[in-house]
């Protein structure tokens, strides 16, 4: 069945350091492939997204590149700031069908100190 | 508009109790979903929902565990006897339906976090 693989955490980064949360997929078919984020006491909220191969989803200065031939698509983030610490989720929706359900990684615990 | 809202924020039940957990969707939203969160792991699946209907529920772990959304709007996931292994955070969310292969986002609700002492 379809999968979600993500680097375990916890990853502590400094101000200012380059971020990269890898997350790698198997899936049958062409799936959508997300990452949420889920900051401190708050639930689940859609960081970006990319629907197709090699579109790129960027938002609040992450990026993230859909690669169907390594079936990956690892965040980023050039500059990372204190408030980017969070649970950060890999997930896939497979397009097939009415039921876009989410098939989710473990999540990785981000914490970036001053 | 409001968002997806859930209650209880907190539920803690005896093992062997019933539990209700609510869940308002976004107005309009017909599509709705289920997913059970276990502590530090990523949300799993559990149902869903096509305005009243329940069209997957092939992530609901046992027949213990049973939802409904009998008026296509308001959905309660109801566990029976519960065990310990159900404490969990208990997510629902929301989407727009769109024909083809368009993505709608899901919009979460806060959860339910059930202790099952």
């Known amino acids: 069945g379809d999968s979600v693989t993500q680097m375990e955490g916890p990853v502590t980064l400094s101000e200012e350091a380059f971020l990269t949360i890898n997350c790698t997929y198997t899936?049958?078919?062409?799936?959508?492939l997300f990452w949420y984020v889920q900051y401190p006491g708050e639930g689940l909220q859609l960081l970006l997204k990319?629907?197709?191969a090699d579109d790129k989803g960027s938002n609040k200065g992450f990026e993230a590149t859909y690669r169907k031939e390594t079936t990956s698509f690892h965040l980023e983030k050039g500059s990372v700031q204190v408030s980017d610490s969070a649970v950060y989720f890999c997930?896939?929706?497979?397009?097939?069908?009415?039921?876009?359900?989410?098939?989710w990684g473990l999540g990785t615990s981000l914490a970036v100190n001053p | 508009g409001a968002g997806v809202s859930q209650s209880p924020r907190y539920k803690v039940a005896k093992r062997g109790q019933d539990v209700a957990l609510r869940c308002d969707p976004i107005?309009?939203?017909?599509?709705l979903f289920w997913y059970q969160q276990a502590l530090g792991q990523g949300p799993e699946f559990l149902t869903y929902?096509?305005?009243?209907?329940?069209?997957?529920k092939s992530g609901l772990p046992s027949d213990r565990f049973f939802a409904e959304r009998p008026e296509g709007s308001v959905s309660t996931l109801k566990i029976q006897r519960t065990q310990q292994e159900d404490s969990a955070v208990y997510l629902c969310?929301?989407?727009?339906?769109?024909?083809?292969?368009?993505?709608?986002?899901?919009?979460f609700g806060p959860g339910t976090r059930l202790t099952v002492l």
């Open positions: 990319a629907t197709k």
């Open positions: 997930a896939l929706s497979n397009n097939a069908g009415n039921n876009r359900k989410l098939i």
């Open positions: 969310a929301s989407s727009t339906l769109l024909a083809g292969g368009s993505y709608n986002e899901q919009f």
């Open positions: 929902f096509q305005n009243e209907a329940q069209l997957d």
């Open positions: 899936a049958t078919g062409y799936p959508s």
């Open positions: 107005s309009g939203h017909v599509s």
